[in-house]
């Protein structure tokens, strides 16, 4: 239904309320490199958070020596939570900016991948709430704030650190099936619609899949941590590929030319599903 009113048009929602003024959607192409630089930043920060600093200072064979990596570089970890936080708060960005730009490919599905991507980003906030315990756990003070962790003593602040860090990985791997879903449905709006290269929808819904099978098998596989090397290639290689193909993808061709681009007649992009 629209509304014409001084020469503007307005769509109407089912309860007949006006949604928007005709012409005022975001652009696209600002919302490609919105999305697109916001990717850019988020590798950026979770290479220096996950793996400069978190991979480098936990050995999780050793809670004493995990303890006193943490313990001698909390302005490291300090660091890490701020790359984290920044990270947690640039996917809302990236899933509001998304939405809006594959939303000629299908509205409802481009929202649902959006709101999959905010319970991923709901997730990974939860999990660094788990470093900000472990700060707590590894920290010393002079005022007396922290005198009932020091009562605790070595071993139990080792051990409960270990557990701190495991809480924020399992939190984070569950959170990342919502993230594999959001590719899937991402790559699914790709194949569906003439927007780029089905290629790139393709290795999308692989690498969306990948997550979700690494998050099944750290549940469901005992010996998981033996072979956490061939689990970790196996969702890295189709990420990495993806997820790098499709930030390229978004700062030199997303929104650009005519956009949006015609779905075929009677497909469920061309029907608004």
Known sequence: MTLALDDRTFEANASGVP????????????????????????????????????????????????????????????????AFIVVFALDVVVAWALHHLFRP?????????????????VFLGVAVVFLYLVLRLVGTTTDGTA????ALGDTIREANTMLALEAFNVT??????????????????????????RALGIVLIVAGAAYIFDTAAYTLVAGYADNAAVFT????????????????WLLLRAGSGAWP????????????V
């Open 105 to 121: 490919a299908g509205a409802a599905l481009s929202a649902l991948s959006a709101w999959f991507r905010i319970v991923y980003t």
């Open 233 to 248: 290639a196996i969702v890295a290689g189709p990420a990495v590929i993806a997820e790098a193909a499709f930030t390229l």
């Open 19 to 82: 949604a928007a003024a005709h012409g005022e959607h975001p652009d696209p192409r600002t919302m490609a490199l919105l999305a697109g630089w916001s990717y850019v930043a988020l590798f950026g920060l979770a290479v220096f958070a996950n793996f400069m600093v978190r991979e480098r200072l936990v050995d999780t064979a050793d809670a004493a020596t995990t303890f006193t990596n943490l313990a001698d570089n909390q302005g490291l970890v300090r660091a890490a939570i701020v």
């Open 261 to 272: 681009p015609k779905p075929e007649a009677g497909s469920p992009a061309d029907r608004g």
């Open 172 to 197: 984070w791997l569950v959170g990342l099936v919502a993230f594999g879903v959001h590719l899937i449905l991402l790559g699914a709006l790709i194949l569906r619609s003439p927007i780029t290269s």
């Open 147 to 150: 005198a009932h962790i020091t």
